[in-house]
């Protein structure tokens, strides 16, 4: 059974940073390309980052590039996501995926970034 589970989330202000971790179980980890994506309160989910299953490439999304980094452990089938340099509009649920396997979903973890 496929399973992801987010943590690392909270409360931090502007500029401040966080590490998001998920870890996965269920599937071939080292085999998938996985993903962070976010989903901000009222508003569609978007695509974050993702990461090629040997870590060799990885894409953002415009509104993260030079802040955000996402990286793996494909031994402890870990997934990171290191944010830096944290604004307003990264407050969401962020959730990590796995691209061929888009029916399976985690809970999400809460970041909110406020004065």
């Known amino acids: 059974q496929v399973q992801l589970e987010e943590s690392g989330g909270g409360s931090v202000q502007p500029g401040g940073s966080l590490r998001l971790s998920c870890i996965a179980s269920?599937?071939?980890?080292?085999?998938?390309?996985m993903s962070w994506y976010r989903q901000p309160p009222g508003k569609e989910r978007e695509l974050v980052a993702s990461?090629?299953?040997?870590?060799?490439?990885?894409d953002y999304a415009d509104s993260v590039k030079d802040r955000f980094t996402i990286s793996r452990d494909n031994p402890q089938k870990m997934l990171y996501l290191q944010m830096n340099n944290l604004k307003p509009e990264d407050t969401a649920v962020y959730y990590c995926?796995?691209?061929?396997?888009?029916?399976?979903w985690g809970r999400g973890t809460q970041v909110t970034v406020s004065s």
């Open positions: 269920g599937f071939p980890f080292e085999w998938a390309g």
């Open positions: 990461i090629s299953h040997d870590s060799s490439t990885a």
């Open positions: 995926t796995v691209p061929s396997l888009p029916r399976y």
